[in-house]
């Protein structure tokens, strides 16, 4: 197995006239130690299905290929989805490992295996759509390593009552536990980007419930998140009617009406659903 470095990654650029695409954010990891950190730090076990989203040229799918019992990879380029398994076979002795779609990972909803491991490199303009709609659709995926901008790390590991806290970090919380998991530098990536990236890493824990539930506390997150400076019985007034109507159910649940959606935990939005 050899990964790929930066001279490689420009000669694949060259090869297939591709010119990154910022619409789509692409920014190809160039370096392959950071790519084998990434596949470590995720905890890639030999009998895990690994999924990949926006593989690109294929710096981190020859990783997992080296450590996971298969790999699927989700490309919206066309180019690049009919040249990873090309690479994945000058590069690797496991390249019959590695399946590539070329789709909207955004529309994929079913998988023909059941993966349990994600481990992406997620295009900048998309990666909160594309990490809750992986969590949602995805049960089996067990745990996680993905890299999107510092700023939405930030937000998707944030704990209540800071100021990055809000609806990424609440919804995604229904599924996993998500916390971060290291800063990278810009220098790794090709062409370098003007904004820092870091990791996020989650673990999946028990279901909170059913997608009924669910979709009552997200709709309640938005609402309390819509004007995030206004207190919990102003912003959830339209849902009861009334501010006084609001305070009133919060308080029966135990809930300050006089909060923001900012203190408040996945469990204390389940509790004002049901």
């Keep these: 197995m050899t990964l790929l470095g930066a001279a490689e990654i420009r000669e694949l650029a060259a090869l297939l006239d591709l010119k990154p695409s910022k619409s789509l954010g692409q920014n190809f990891v160039i370096d392959a130690n950071v790519c084998r950190k990434i596949v470590r730090v995720a905890d890639v076990k030999s009998d895990d299905v690994a999924l990949e989203i926006g593989p690109g040229l294929g710096s981190l799918t020859l990783a997992l290929l080296e450590e996971a019992s298969s790999v699927v990879a989700i490309e919206i380029d066309q180019r690049l989805a ?6 994945a076979a000058n590069h690797s002795d496991r390249a019959e490992k590695l399946t590539v779609i070329n789709s909207d990972a955004l529309v994929i909803r079913t998988l ?3 993966p349990t491991v994600l481990v992406a490199n997620l295009p900048y303009n998309v990666s909160v759509p594309v990490f809750l709609h992986l969590l949602e659709f995805f049960p089996t995926l067990r745990t ?6 510092a700023e939405v790390a930030d937000r998707l590991a944030a704990k209540p009552n800071s100021k990055e806290y809000g609806i990424p970090s609440v919804k995604a919380a229904w599924w996993a536990d998500v916390s971060g998991a290291g800063s990278v530098s810009r220098s790794i990536f090709w062409p370098a980007p003007n904004v820092d990236s870091k990791l996020v890493g989650f ?15 997200f709709s309640i997150i938005d609402l309390a998140f ?15 009617g009334s501010s006084a109507a609001a305070e009133a159910h ?25």
């Design 226 to 240: 819509a004007q995030r400076r206004k207190m919990l019985r102003s912003t959830l007034s339209s849902l009861y």
């Design 250 to 274: 919060l308080a029966s649940v135990g809930i300050d009406g006089t909060l923001r959606g900012e203190a408040l935990t996945i469990e204390d939005f389940c509790k004002i659903a049901k």
């Design 144 to 149: 996680g390593v993905v890299m999107v901008q």
């Design 82 to 87: 009919t040249q990873l398994p090309i690479t």
């Design 112 to 114: 023909d295996v059941a």
């Design 203 to 217: 673990t999946r824990h028990a279901p909170l419930g059913d997608e009924v539930l669910r979709k009552k506390v």
